[in-house]
């Protein structure tokens, strides 16, 4: 029995493998010693650790765990991910939406880091905390599905009001600039002042990976992390403000574990 870990800053994301079966766990990363718990009954098994609390957790488990990079096992995660799922891409750019952003240029086989942003999962949480209250996850993402920004979010469109724009009249000029032009006559309700902070931080995250993808001469965007679990509204963002900006999107699916699964792979 394999397990491969990436023990990241939210979440601890864990790929099981045994008799050519797959399985993927997850635990909030302040769960970790729970994840220790369940190592050390499995003392036969081989584990592969990445992510920046790898260190602590091998700290805390009996096996002698491999450890990897993080990038290079996420790199690695991905061409497995992309290969398993037919959909080969030889230059390409990932953006890994975590609790931050990592961006990264993949040269057929090697990955560079490309930029980031600290734009990401973690904003959402936080931002989102800040502006609602609301600290659960699953709520926080449910409610913001239900919300409308567009009293919120100010367009190239609304300041050119009708005349020819010079860029795409949807692409957004200020987030929340749109705020004190709407203050007096709308309620913003907390989904609104959700869908928003989700707005900002997909518009971001594609702004920097598009940036990349122009510099390095790519067409896809694959973008990955869990920030987009129960969050359809962040994924909507993402796919298409890529698209608007001329660029292909692609989103894989269970990709919030290529870090678990590349370190497997790599051990
Ligand atoms: P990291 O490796 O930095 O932990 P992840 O790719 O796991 O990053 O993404 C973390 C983000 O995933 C969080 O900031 C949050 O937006 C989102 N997320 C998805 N599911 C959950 C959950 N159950 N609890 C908390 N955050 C979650």
């Known amino acids: 029995m394999k397990f491969g870990i990436d023990a990241g800053g939210t979440l601890i994301k864990i790929v099981k493998e045994e008799n050519n079966e797959r399985s993927y766990m997850k635990y909030l990363s302040t769960e970790i010693e729970k994840v220790a718990a369940m190592l050390e009954s499995y003392p036969e098994a081989s584990v592969a650790l990445t992510g ?27 061409q497995t991910f992309l290969q398993q799922h037919d959909h080969p891409l030889e230059n390409y750019i990932f953006a890994n939406v975590g609790t931050g952003t990592s961006i990264h240029y993949v040269d057929g086989e090697q990955q560079v880091r490309a930029g980031g942003t600290g734009a990401g999962g973690g904003m959402i949480q936080g931002l989102g905390y800040l502006l609602t209250g609301e600290s659960d996850y699953s709520r926080l993402t449910a409610l913001a599905a239900q919300g409308d920004r567009d009293e919120i979010d100010l367009k190239v469109k609304h300041i050119y009001k009708g005349d020819k724009t010079p860029i795409p009249g ?18 913003y309700t907390d989904a609104d002042k959700l869908a928003a902070a989700i707005g900002v931080v997909g518009e971001t995250v594609t702004t920097v990976s598009i940036h990349a993808a122009r510099e390095f001469n790519a067409e896809y965007v694959v973008y990955i992390g869990s920030s987009f679990l129960d969050n359809e509204l962040l994924e909507k963002v993402v796919m298409n403000y890529t698209v608007l900006r001329g660029f292909k999107p692609y989103f894989i699916e269970n990709g919030e574990y290529s870090g678990a699964l590349g370190t497997l792979k790599l051990m």
């Open 52 to 78: 920046g609390k790898a260190t602590y957790l091998q700290s805390l488990i009996p096996q002698e765990a491999f450890q990897s990079i993080e990038f290079d096992a996420t790199f690695k995660g991905i």
């Open 170 to 187: 949807e692409l957004t000029a200020a987030n929340f600039g749109r705020v004190l032009h709407t203050k007096d006559t709308v309620t």
